[in-house]
């Protein structure tokens, strides 16, 4: 079983949008949570991280549900410069573990 | 100058050829890391470095050949590589091995090996 799993997408969305991803975890043990955002051929680069009792920049809102083992990332009123690959990253013990990415793009 | 550094961004080699990446960080960091990024595929943990010494090596082959000099600096030494080998390679430093505070990625290097 993967580490941690995301749903590829891609999302197409037209502007104004709402739009949430979800990615799971498998270990328990899992101590931190992470979204970053990936342009297209660039380097990740963190967008925010998740706490259990959910948290907001803007228009975004990450949410940790620990029992489930899975965190969300919700995006209001999406702009066109939001389209990008969402990675969802964990950490257990020294490891970061990575999603595969969710591909989003906010049509005109 | 600041951040992760990368070169070359790209790079196009023969199965028979040698060659090394390069990474260089400016943040004051203690780990750097090599990743592999392939296409429909999760970013690859492949070498992780703390104060010089290597960490962690999630089974690279060895025809991929770390070093890491000082603690700014780390390279990835490349010789008869395979065409499935094609990938960015994104380096990545923290202030501490496995600590998500700071952690920053080079632009990375395209490799294309034919």
């Known amino acids: 079983r993967k580490e941690v799993e995301q749903d590829p997408g891609p999302f197409n969305v037209p502007e104004g949008a709402t739009v949430a991803f979800n990615c799971t975890y498998s270990?328990?043990?899992?101590?931190?949570f992470f979204w970053y955002r990936q342009d297209c051929r660039k380097e990740p680069k963190l967008l925010m991280s998740v706490y259990s009792s959910g948290n907001e920049d803007g228009r975004f809102t990450a949410q940790l549900n620990r029992a489930s083992q899975y965190i969300s990332l919700l995006i209001r009123d999406s702009k066109l410069s939001d389209s990008a690959t969402y990675l969802c990253?964990?950490?257990?013990?020294?490891?970061?573990?990575f999603g595969t990415g969710t591909s989003l793009t906010v049509i005109p | 100058e600041t951040g992760v550094t990368q070169t070359p961004r790209h790079l196009v080699m023969g199965m028979t050829n040698k060659k090394s990446l390069k990474c260089e960080q400016h943040l004051g960091h203690n780990a750097m890391y090599w990743y592999k990024q392939s296409a429909k595929k999760p970013l690859e943990l492949m070498f992780v470095?703390?104060?010089?010494?290597?960490?962690e090596n999630n089974s690279v082959p060895s025809r991929f050949s770390p070093e890491c000099p000082n603690s700014s600096h780390l390279f990835l030494h490349l010789h008869t590589l395979q065409p499935e080998d094609s990938a960015l390679y994104l380096c990545?430093?923290?202030?501490?091995?496995?600590?998500?505070?700071?952690?920053?990625f080079g632009s990375g290097t395209r490799l294309t090996v034919v």
């Open positions: 270990n328990s043990a899992s101590q931190s």
């Open positions: 470095y703390s104060l010089e010494e290597r960490v």
């Open positions: 990545a430093s923290s202030q501490v091995a496995g600590r998500a505070y700071g952690y920053t």
């Open positions: 990253v964990v950490t257990t013990g020294n490891q970061f573990y």
